[in-house]
């Protein structure tokens, strides 16, 4: 028996030394000194030895019975570490590792110019109005005053979506100036930026879809004053306090009077140079006092109002803001040229 325990002890140790992981330690634990376990059997014949041998063999099987939950200890201890150190290393951050830069967007410059003009005009107390950019032609043309025969309605110019003329793509963002009217009893204080459609050829001033803000103002009282001081405020603000502006008459259908803006030359100062093609002047936007029947035809009686608009294409603001020289660099969503915004 003392034997038989020896050999245990020697056959244990050396199995759980070797133990390759903690879950096989765990079953030579079991196999060593479970209940059923190869310590235990010999135990049992304790009961067969003589009184005077019991103690002994008793003895030498409580100290291999130490031995070997020492040894497992150990060896978990050990098991334990070397996993521990595994997984720190499988896990280590190096930190002198450069980090990825994250891309950040820009800010595109027709947006760039949107919201300033946006900012100017909530400033002085407008909102913001949206239309739909597919229109009645009873909202882009009829009552706008625009009449039958007019080029704007022609196939070549519009790009219409039904047959009978009555759906299109909407060609200005004037017709919001309607559908706000006809909601909205005055005071009216609305600007509308959006899309807008047209049969042209694409070349570095000309696009089938660019962008106008809409601006409309209708109340007790409303004059010329109003739209030229509104106005000289917009383009003050946005090409800074110095700049000079000029209006000059020119014919709208939806307005009466009309006039169209522009603002001196900042390269020559009015001279006349390459940049405003000798002029001294660059036309910005058309404007006006909304014409009487465009207010009666939306129930406001314009013995009672009056009212200014205006209308103004943002790409040709962006472009002049930036000396940008060629539109298309605003549709080709070239990063390059989109960067250098940031
Ligand atoms: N809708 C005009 C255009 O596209 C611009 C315009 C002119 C708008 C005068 C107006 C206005 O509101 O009063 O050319």
Not at 201 to 223: N, R, W, Y
Not at 273 to 280: A, D, L, S
Request: hydrophobic share 40%.
């Amino acid at each position: 028996m003392k034997n038989k325990l020896e050999n245990i002890r020697a056959e244990s140790l050396k199995a759980i030394r070797e133990a390759a992981d903690l879950a096989g330690l765990d079953a030579l634990r079991v196999q060593y000194l479970g209940k059923k376990g190869s310590l235990s059997a010999v135990l049992k014949q304790l009961g067969s030895l003589s009184a005077e041998e019991r103690p002994k063999i008793g003895q030498l099987a409580n100290e291999v019975r130490a031995g070997i939950e020492e040894a497992v200890k150990e060896r978990a201890e050990a098991l334990q570490n070397a996993l521990m150190e595994r997984k720190l290393r499988e896990e280590a951050l190096d930190v002198t590792i450069p980090g990825k830069a994250v891309a950040v967007g820009a800010r595109h410059p027709l947006q760039i110019v949107w919201d300033e003009c946006v900012d100017i005009f909530i400033g002085m107390g407008f909102q913001v109005a949206e239309g739909p950019e597919i229109e009645l032609s009873e909202y882009d043309f009829d009552r706008l005053n625009i009449p039958e025969g007019h080029t704007v309605r022609e196939w070549t110019d519009t790009f219409y979506i039904t047959e009978d003329e009555k759906v299109h793509l909407r060609c200005q963002t004037s017709p919001v100036q309607v559908r706000v009217m006809e909601k909205q009893k005055p005071p009216v204080r609305i600007i509308s930026p959006g899309r807008v459609y047209r049969k042209d050829e694409i070349d570095a001033t000309h696009s089938p879809m660019f962008h106008q803000m809409e601006g409309l103002v209708v109340d007790k009282g409303i004059t010329m004053g109003d739209l030229k001081g509104t106005l000289n405020v917009m383009l003050k603000r946005l090409y800074g306090p110095d700049t000079v502006t000029r209006f000059r008459p020119h014919h709208f259908p939806f307005t009466e009077p009309s006039c169209e803006v522009d603002v001196q030359c900042f390269e020559c100062h009015g001279e006349g140079c390459r940049v405003c093609k000798g002029e001294g002047w660059i036309e910005v936007l058309g404007a006006g006092m909304v014409h009487p029947r465009v207010l009666a035809g939306c129930g406001i009686d314009p013995e009672e109002y009056s009212g200014f608009a205006f209308g103004v294409g943002l790409e040709r603001l962006a472009m002049r803001r930036f000396s940008i020289s060629d539109l298309r660099l605003m549709f080709e969503n070239d990063v390059r040229f989109l960067r250098q915004f940031s």
